[in-house]
C-alpha cells in the first residue's frame, strides 16, 4: 500500500513540475518554439513517466525501512493495535508540521508533493516504531498490558533458530522439536520457502517428494508447543549465494543455523554463527563396531587402492577391507581394524577374519 502511496504522490507532483516547464518552455525557446498546447501536453506526460518510476523506486525503499524500524527499535512485544493507532496520529501529525513550511516556502507543484510525502513516510513509521515498543510505551503511560501466562518450563531466553532446505527436507528438526532440543521460534527465509516450493513441483518424482516432504515438516513444526514458526521474507540482495543469504540471517538475527550441509556449517562456524549439524549429530549419535570387533557383511565392489574390498553396514557405514577385491559377491567375517571420522560421516578399515 505505501508503495503505490508514494508512487502516486511523486507521479502527481512530476505530472505538475512537467505540465509548468511545458508551459514556459515555449516563452524560453521565442518564436521558433513548439506549440504551446503540445509543449504542455508532452510535458506532463514526460513528468508523469518519470515520476511512476521514481515514485516506486522510492517506494520500495520506503517501505523496506518502515519494514525494518522494529527491528531497528526493539524485538520485545508483537504490535498493539491502540499504540500504532497513537503512533499512526503522532506520525500524521509530525508528518502536517513538516509538511507546512514545504508548501509555504516551496513552489506548491514541488511543495505539495513533497509535503504529501513527508506526511505518509511520518505517519507509516511512527505506526510501526511505536506498535514495536508498544508494552514500553504503555507503561510509561500509567497503563497496563495483559500478558500471557508464563510458563514455569520455558526458559527465560527465547533461541532462535534458522532452517535451511536441506533440514528442512532432511526432518530430523521436527524430531529434536518433538523431544524438546529445539524450543523458540524457527524462522524459515522466504527464499527457503520458495526453493521447497520448487522442489515440490518439479517434474521429477524423487524431487517432487522431497520437496513436499520439507514443506509438511515445517507446516508439522508450527503444531508443536514451545516452538513458534515465523516465515522471514529479507532477501539480502547484496549475497547472490543462497549460502550466503543464510549466513547473512543467522548473523544479522544471532540465531542458531541448522542444516545438513557440512560445507555450509563450516562456513557458519568460522563466521561465529552457532550451528546445529543434523547430519554431524546423527553420526555421533550412531551405534557402531568398535576396533577389534569382528562383523560379518557382504563385499560389494572393489576399493580405490589395489587389493581392496568395499562392504556397507546395514546403517550405510563403508567398511574398506583389505585383500577382498577377489571376493566380491561373499559373505565374509571381517575384524575392524580403524575407524575414522571424515567430512561425510564414519569410514572403517577391517581386514578378514583368517
Not at 500500500?1 to 516547464?21: D, H, K, N, P, S
Not at 513441483?201 to 508447543?225: E, F, H, M, N
Request: charged share 20%; no cysteine.
Amino acid at each position: 500500500m505505501i508503495i503505490e502511496a508514494v508512487r502516486l504522490i511523486v507521479t502527481l507532483g512530476f505530472t505538475a513540475v512537467g505540465f509548468a516547464v511545458g508551459r514556459e518552455f515555449p516563452r524560453w525557446v521565442g518564436a521558433t518554439g513548439p506549440n504551446p498546447d503540445a509543449s504542455i501536453v508532452l510535458g506532463a506526460l514526460i513528468g508523469a513517466g518519470v515520476g511512476y518510476v521514481l515514485g516506486g523506486l522510492l517506494g520500495r525503499l520506503i517501505r523496506r525501512g518502515v519494514d525494518r524500524a522494529p527491528d531497528l527499535v526493539s524485538a520485545t512485544s508483537g504490535p498493539q493495535l491502540f499504540a500504532g493507532t497513537f503512533g499512526l496520529l503522532a506520525g500524521v501529525v509530525l508528518g502536517a508540521v513538516a509538511a507546512t513550511p514545504m508548501i509555504i516556502l516551496l513552489p506548491p507543484a514541488v511543495g505539495w508533493s513533497a509535503g504529501g510525502l513527508a506526511l505518509v513516510v511520518l505517519a507509516a513509521l511512527g505506526s510501526r516504531v511505536f506498535a514495536a515498543r508498544a508494552d514500553d510505551l504503555l507503561a510509561a503511560a500509567g497503563l497496563g498490558t495483559r500478558r500471557a501466562p508464563v510458563d514455569p518450563a520455558e526458559p527465560s531466553a527465547v533461541r532462535m533458530f534458522v532452517v535451511d532446505t536441506s533440514a528442512a527436507i532432511d526432518g530430523r528438526v521436527l524430531d529434536l522439536a518433538r523431544v524438546g532440543l529445539i524450543r523458540g521460534e524457527v524462522r524459515v527465509p522466504g527464499f527457503v520457502l520458495d526453493e521447497l516450493q520448487g522442489i515440490a513441483d518439479s517434474g521429477q518424482k524423487s524431487r517432487r517428494r522431497r520437496g513436499r516432504r520439507g514443506l509438511d515438516v515445517l507446516d508439522a513444526l508450527t503444531g508443536l508447543p514451545g516452538v513458534r514458526v515465523r516465515a522471514d521474507e529479507r532477501t539480502f540482495p547484496e549475497h547472490p549465494d543462497v549460502d550466503a543469504k543464510l549466513v547473512a540471517l543467522a548473523l544479522e538475527s544471532g540465531a542458531t543455523l541448522v542444516t545438513t550441509d557440512h560445507n555450509l556449517a563450516k562456513a557458519a562456524g568460522l563466521r561465529g554463527i552457532e550451528v546445529l549439524d543434523l547430519q554431524a549429530l546423527g553420526d555421533s549419535l550412531k551405534s557402531g563396531p568398535a576396533t577389534g570387533e569382528v562383523v560379518t557383511l557382504l563385499v560389494e565392489k572393489a576399493g580405490s587402492e589395489p587389493g581392496q574390498g568395499i562392504g556397507y553396514l546395514d546403517d550405510g557405514t563403508m567398511v574398506v577391507i583389505e585383500d577382498a577385491a577377489s571376493l566380491i559377491g561373499t559373505l565374509v567375517e571381517v575384524e575392524v581394524s580403524t575407524t575414522l571420522r571424515t567430512a561425510v560421516g564414519r569410514l572403517l578399515f577391517a581386514r578378514l577374519v583368517a
